[in-house]
C-alpha cells in the first residue's frame, strides 16, 4: 500500500525524520547509560545518575515512539469482527478510530501539559542529574502533538492502510497479481 502525496507531504516528512532522529539519540542514550550503569556496578563503583537518565531517556522515547507509530500507520486495531460486518460499519469504524485517537492524544496534551505547568511552578528537580523536571514531563505533550500529526497523515496518506477493507477481497486479488 502506498503512500498518497498530500498537500501537507513536506511537514509530514520533516516531522517523521525528526522524529526518527530525536528516537535514534535517544535509544543510543539508553544503551550508552545502561553499559555506564552496568560497568559501574561490575567494577563496584555505580554511578547514581545512570539509573535516573535510564528512565528519563526511556520515557522520552516512549512518548516520541508512540506518535511515530501512529505516523507510520501502526498502531494496533483488532480488525476481525469489523471485517464480518456490513460496509456502514466498516466506514463508522474509521470515523470512530480517529475520534477516539484524537480524543487520547488531546487529553494527553492538555493533563501532560499541566503536569509541566505544576513542576514549573513547583520548581521540581531530578534528584540525582539536578535538572529541571519540566525538561523530563514535556514529552508527554509533545508525544500528543506529534500523535495527533501523525493520525492526520495516517487518513491524508495512508487511507488504504486505515480502512477496514474486505480481506477474503484482498486475498483473492493478491493471488491474482501473482499468477
Not at 35 to 53: A, D, K, L, N
Not at 71 to 77: A, D, G, I, L, T
Not at 140 to 168: C, M, S, W, Y
Amino acid at each position: 500500500m502506498e503512500r498518497k502525496k498530500s498537500k501537507l507531504s513536506g511537514f509530514f516528512d520533516v516531522v517523521n525524520m525528526l522524529e526518527d532522529i530525536v528516537l535514534a539519540i535517544l535509544v543510543i542514550g539508553m544503551v550508552a547509560v545502561i553499559m555506564i550503569q552496568i560497568i559501574g556496578r561490575i567494577v563496584g563503583h555505580p554511578f547514581p545518575w545512570t539509573e535516573e537518565s535510564s528512565r528519563y531517556l526511556f520515557l522520552w522515547m516512549m512518548f516520541v515512539a508512540l506518535a511515530a507509530g501512529f505516523s507510520k500507520c501502526e498502531s494496533s486495531r483488532v480488525t476481525l469482527f469489523l471485517q464480518m460486518g456490513p460496509a456502514w460499519l466498516k466506514k463508522f469504524s474509521e470515523i470512530l478510530y480517529a475520534v477516539i485517537v484524537i480524543a487520547f492524544f488531546l487529553i494527553m496534551l492538555v493533563y501532560g501539559w499541566e503536569v509541566v505547568q505544576q513542576q514549573i511552578d513547583w520548581e521540581e528537580m531530578g534528584t540525582a542529574l539536578l535538572i529541571p523536571m519540566w525538561i523530563i514531563g514535556i514529552c508527554q505533550p509533545i508525544g500528543a502533538v506529534l500523535g495527533i500529526i501523525g493520525t492526520l497523515q495516517n487518513f491524508l496518506e495512508f487511507h488504504d492502510r486505515v480502512a477496514i477493507g474486505d480481506k477474503e477481497k484482498e486475498k483473492q486479488k493478491a493471488l491474482a497479481n501473482e499468477g
